[in-house]
Nanobody, 123 residues
């Protein structure tokens, strides 16, 4: 059974940083692209970042590009999202999700999601 457990969310002032982690189990982690998606109140889920199986290929949504960094440690079955220069509009529930072998930027290409972790940025 695939399980994805996010952690590291919380409250931070605008301009601050947070680091999210997602621990995966029940899958051959290194066979899968992984993504971070987010959903703000009243809005649809938005693509944030994705990383290829080996960690060498990453994609970012326009709203986070240059501020967020996606990485993974296949030995630990964990994917990370370093979020810097946070803005009020980054406030959302952040989910990690499992993809196929190919990394994409489409939320519908990721089939298993964690329970999410809340990130709140105060302006």
């Amino acid at each position: 059974q695939v399980q994805l457990v996010e952690s590291g969310g919380g409250w931070v002032q605008a301009g601050g940083s947070l680091r999210l982690s997602c621990a995966a189990s029940g899958l051959t982690f290194s066979n899968h692209a992984m993504a971070w998606l987010r959903q703000a109140p009243g809005k649809e889920r938005e693509f944030g970042a994705a990383i290829g199986r080996g960690g060498g290929l990453t994609f970012y949504g326009d709203s986070v590009k240059g501020r967020f960094t996606n990485s993974r440690d296949n030995a630990k079955n964990t994917v990370y999202l370093q979020m810097n220069r946070l803005k009020f509009e980054d406030t959302a529930v952040y989910y990690c999700a499992r993809g196929s072998s190919a990394v994409t930027t489409l939320p519908q290409d990721y089939d298993h999601w964690g329970q999410g972790t809340q990130v709140t940025v105060s302006s």
